[in-house]
């Protein structure tokens, strides 16, 4: 089965600040999505990164505060903007290459202090 | 709305001994998937079987089956001969069509593997 590499696998930030994670998938994928899984909780979803359009973004979530970028087919970018210490989350890529079957990144620990 | 219910936060098994996740959900459609994920210490969610729902026959992947009931929108995990390696959280999901497909995940149940 695809791989995807997400990076950073943790980082400590800054109240303010902004943070952006990357996920690199080895071979193309028709579809991206990002997922936040609050402390003790289960996955939700972000929104999907469609390759050369913008993302589509689930109730609760805007793009100024989570950009994303999906500039081809193997690749994808979430920001977390503006951060506070409710976004202490772990952040989560997945791909599916249009066969139902999602596969998913390592996963992101954020911290925010 | 679909939502994936798990009654069971937490379940904890003898090694070696079998133990079933329980899993809800609820669909107007008649035509989705399901799925279980594990999730280890390590965060990587992990796709540990699928159920088309049009197949009646329950799906299983070596010591990983599910009991799928339609009619109930019931699809529970069963772990034989569990292992300590098989302790993990557990989600189950299901696949929805939105525009674009979705997963939508239940709260998720923590497997103890006591040795």
């Known amino acids: 089965s695809a791989v995807i590499s997400q990076k950073p696998s943790r980082d400590i930030c800054q109240r303010g600040t902004s943070l952006t994670i990357q996920c690199q998938v080895d071979?193309?994928?028709?579809?991206m999505f990002w997922y936040r899984q609050q402390p003790g909780q289960s996955l939700t979803l972000i929104a999907t990164?469609?390759?050369?359009?913008?993302?589509?973004?689930e109730s609760g979530f805007v793009i100024d505060k989570f950009p994303i970028s999906r500039p081809n087919l193997t690749f994808s970018t979430l920001t977390v903007s503006n951060m506070s210490p409710e976004d202490s989350s772990i952040y989560l890529c997945?791909?599916?290459?249009?066969?139902?079957?999602?596969?998913f990144g390592q996963g992101t620990r954020l911290t925010v202090v | 709305a679909q939502t994936v219910t798990q009654s069971q936060p937490e379940m904890s098994v003898q090694e070696a001994e079998t133990v079933t996740l329980s899993c809800t959900y609820d669909?107007?459609?008649?035509?989705?998937?399901l799925f279980w994920y594990k999730q280890p210490p390590s965060r990587q969610m992990i796709l540990v079987i699928r159920q088309e729902a049009y197949k009646q026959q329950n799906a299983t992947e070596n010591r990983f089956s599910v009991n799928f009931q339609k009619a109930a929108k019931s699809f529970s995990l069963k772990i034989s001969d569990s292992q300590l390696g098989d302790a993990a959280m557990y989600f189950c999901?299901?696949?929805?069509?939105?525009?674009?497909?979705?997963?939508?995940f239940g709260q998720g149940t923590r497997l103890t593997i006591n040795p």
């Open positions: 990164a469609n390759q050369g359009s913008e993302a589509t973004y």
């Open positions: 669909t107007s459609e008649s035509d989705y998937y």
């Open positions: 999901a299901y696949l929805i069509w939105e525009g674009a497909q979705k997963l939508v």
């Open positions: 071979s193309q994928v028709t579809m």
């Open positions: 997945s791909a599916d290459r249009g066969n139902t079957e999602a596969f």
